[in-house]
Nanobody, 123 residues
Framework: QVHLVESGGGSVQAGGSLRLSCAAS????????MGWFRQAPGKEREEVAA????????YYADSVKGRFTIFQGNAKNTVYLQMNSLKPEDTAMYYC????????????????WGQGTQVTVSS
């Protein structure tokens, strides 16, 4: 069973930075899709960023381009989301997700999901 654990969320002022971490266990694929989604109260879940771990391909939502960076860590099955220049509208529960190959970066059909970490950005 694949288990994803997010960490790094918290409260920050607008313009600040946070780094979210996702650690996966029971996930042995060397090439796969991993991504970050977010959901604010009353809104649908939104894909923020995703990465194909076996290559250079990445995806970013237009709202976070130039501010967020997704990258794979040196530790096994670890992915990060570096969030800079945070805005109040970034406030949401952020979820890590993973999908086995073949997979698409632009989808909400990821097979495995973490429990989420809260990000709150104050103005």
């Amino acid at each position: 069973q694949v288990h994803l654990v997010e960490s790094g969320g918290g409260s920050v002022q607008a313009g600040g930075s946070l780094r979210l971490s996702c650690a996966a266990s029971g996930y042995t694929y060397t090439s796969s899709c991993m991504g970050w989604f977010r959901q604010a109260p009353g809104k649908e879940r939104e894909e923020v960023a995703a990465i194909y771990t076996g290559g250079r391909s990445t995806y970013y939502a237009d709202s976070v381009k130039g501010r967020f960076t997704i990258f794979q860590g040196n530790a096994k099955n670890t992915v990060y989301l570096q969030m800079n220049s945070l805005k109040p509208e970034d406030t949401a529960m952020y979820y890590c997700a993973a999908d086995a190959p073949p997979c698409s970066l632009k989808t909400d059909r990821f097979d495995y999901w973490g429990q989420g970490t809260q990000v709150t950005v104050s103005s």
